[in-house]
């Protein structure tokens, strides 16, 4: 995804998207409200109690004023603790209700992507998004708004308790409230943008342990791990140089504060006690008032190191807001077509161009025309890079042509609902995807209702049987992520019996026998023989026990058709799959 440059002011707007996540829980957010409110006037009335307890209790030596004080503030206190807790309570909840909500609004919304979008986009990153980001805002949510709201409230509740005891000296106190809010604002543009770069930096080092740890054989394989670590090292290093600039400004900024405002304090304090020395004033309210300064200073100090955290979150929201806006380029119509039924299942290219996104300059296929009949075995043939795997992927409508149309049973496959269209279509892939689950779980992918006997019955139909039950949890047994626990054939074969579960209308196999040994694949080709009956299907492959069996074979050369015909009429032709036929076989 190519960065944009941001308009100043954006990144704080971008928090306002969470507010649909935390709408739906006004309870919790009132709740939150009504504790605030407790706990920032207990804790404003904290000063008054000490008032009270030093001129009323210790200056006039009344045992009974000093006990009444005493009380007075252990009251204050547990009223403020208990709505400590509720408000810690209610806004710690609200935030993992909103940002547990927007994980699952933007994991719905990247797997409603098109294949495009994945191709432009590293899943790395989109984790970092989907994980880190999300944590970003969880935090500011459930304890950044608490604190930067209470401080708020602290402040403004303190500020006009300090004119109300001595205006004298809050009017002292007001001339450097400037002078702290300059560094506040600039550092805080700074801080934005360290926060930013250093989010987009953690976002790199996932990617490439993503991407590494998901080929660790093939790292080992070419002995590069000593590489593949010196360049997440030197990912990590950006990472942290980029935090430790953020950190540097942030403790820079909480530093300023501190000395200005607390500087303030003591010049105030130290004013006052003049003032008491005089007897102009009493020590009771003296000790109000720096109490009330104190919380003043608090929350100004506590304001600028929240505000960090909210240009943090602002920015993580930034990044999670730019995914929400991605919009799938391939979309179901407002009235979308039905699928004909029973669907017959015949398949037509007609005049199909096409290139890949990433690829514009490249025609992967050029005025294609295929027709496939209901029922009818089609073999694709071709050197790589001839187009083969795109047919299946235009069929499956990951893409789009950009001139022709592609038709099942005679309606535009873009008048279809891409879901219900795929409903209808069974892939094995030429490089099977499995998932961490169950060996029964990931064969039943391909059909979520099918009974146990279902899935043995496929698993039986695709030779997979016999090695699921030499598991030592047969079908209950965890297979790994994609897969790892499998063989190359024994993962295929997974494969083949998810697509026969399905038992759709159209079955596309892609290379489906490659991984397979001479036996097993001569088990499956009668299986597949048994299911083709009624069954629309395409098949790539380069060998020729496949290929023979097929209804008809249709040569691929640079995205078009350069022969087609039975496995024996095209042997007599010559030409390309004669020559692909005498390779294998000299092979």
């Known amino acids: 995804m190519t960065e944009a440059p941001r308009p100043r002011g954006r990144n704080l707007r971008a928090l306002t998207r969470l507010w649909p996540y935390v709408r739906p829980h006004r309870a919790l957010a009132l709740g939150w409200v009504v504790f605030l409110a407790l706990s920032s006037s207990s804790t404003l009335a904290l000063p008054y109690g000490v008032r009270l307890m030093i001129d009323h209790g210790f200056s006039h030596n009344n045992a009974t004023a000093l006990n009444r004080s005493f009380l007075l503030l252990f009251m204050i206190a547990l009223v403020l603790a208990l709505a400590t807790a509720g408000r810690y309570f209610c806004i710690s909840l609200l935030g993992e209700r909103a940002v547990t909500a927007l994980r699952e609004h933007l994991y719905a919304h990247l797997i409603g992507q098109d294949v495009s979008f994945f191709e432009r986009l590293r899943v790395g990153e989109v984790n970092s998004r989907l994980g880190t980001d999300t944590q970003v805002v969880q ?87 000593s590489i593949e670590i010196g360049r997440y090292h030197a990912a990590l290093m950006q990472a942290l140089r980029s935090a430790q ?68 979150a602002a920015g993580a929201m930034e990044r999670i ?55 009818e075995t089609v073999a694709l043939v071709g050197p790589s890079g001839a187009g083969k795997t795109t047919v299946l992927q235009l069929l499956l409508r990951f893409y789009d042509p950009r001139q022709g149309r592609i038709t099942l049973d005679g309606i535009d496959l873009r008048e279809f609902d891409p879901g219900a269209l795929r409903q209808a279509i069974a892939l094995v892939p030429q490089e099977p995807v499995l998932f961490h689950a169950s060996a029964a779980d990931n064969i039943r992918f391909g059909r979520a209702d099918a009974n146990d006997a279902a899935v043995i019955g496929a698993a ?33 074969r997974i494969a083949i019996a998810r697509a026969l579960l399905k038992n759709a209308p159209v079955l ?21 023989a048994r299911l083709h009956h009624g069954q629309t299907t395409l098949v790539i492959a380069h060998r020729l026990a496949t290929v023979q069996r097929a209804d008809r074979i249709v040569v691929m050369d640079a995205g078009q ?19 692909l036929a005498r390779l294998q076989l000299l092979a």
């Open 139 to 225: 935090d500011m949510l459930g304890s950044g708004v608490s604190v930067a709201l209470r401080s708020m409230v602290t402040l403004l509740g303190a500020s006009a308790l300090m004119v109300w005891t001595q205006p004298h000296l809050a009017g002292m106190t007001a001339l450097v409230i400037p002078g702290v809010i300059l560094p506040i604002l600039l550092f805080g543009r700074r801080v934005q943008k360290l926060s930013r770069s250093n989010q987009d930096r953690i976002a790199d080092t996932a990617a490439i342990a993503n991407e590494t740890l998901n080929a660790a054989s093939t790292v080992k394989a070419y002995a590069r791990e």
């Open 245 to 312: 600039q953020r950190i540097g400004t942030r403790a820079g900024l909480t530093a300023t504060v501190i000395v200005l405002v607390f500087g303030a304090v003591t010049l105030v304090l130290w004013s006052g006690a003049r003032e008491v020395v005089a007897g102009q004033l009493s020590a009771g309210v003296l000790g109000q008032f720096v109490l009330y300064a104190v919380f003043a200073a608090g929350a100004i100090g506590a304001l600028a190191e929240t505000w960090g955290e909210v240009q943090r």
């Open 321 to 375: 807001d730019e995914l929400l806006a991605e919009q799938p380029r391939l979309i179901a119509p407002a009235q979308p077509h039905a699928l004909p039924q029973p669907l017959r299942g015949e398949i037509a290219f007609e005049a199909v161009e096409f290139h890949y996104p990433t690829r514009p300059d490249a025609p992967a296929l050029k005025q294609f025309n295929l027709r496939v009949r209901p029922g």
């Open 460 to 492: 039986q139909a695709a030779e997979a049987d016999v090695f699921i039950r030499e598991l030592p949890q047969g079908y209950a047994m965890p297979l790994g992520e994609r897969g790892v626990r499998l063989s190359g054939g024994q993962k295929q």
């Open 508 to 528: 596309l196999l892609d290379e489906a026998t490659a991984s397979l040994d001479a036996q097993s694949e001569a088990a499956i080709q009668k299986a597949l």
């Open 561 to 579: 058709i350069v022969a087609e015909g039975t496995h024996e009429q095209l042997l007599t032709q010559g030409g390309l799959y004669a020559d």
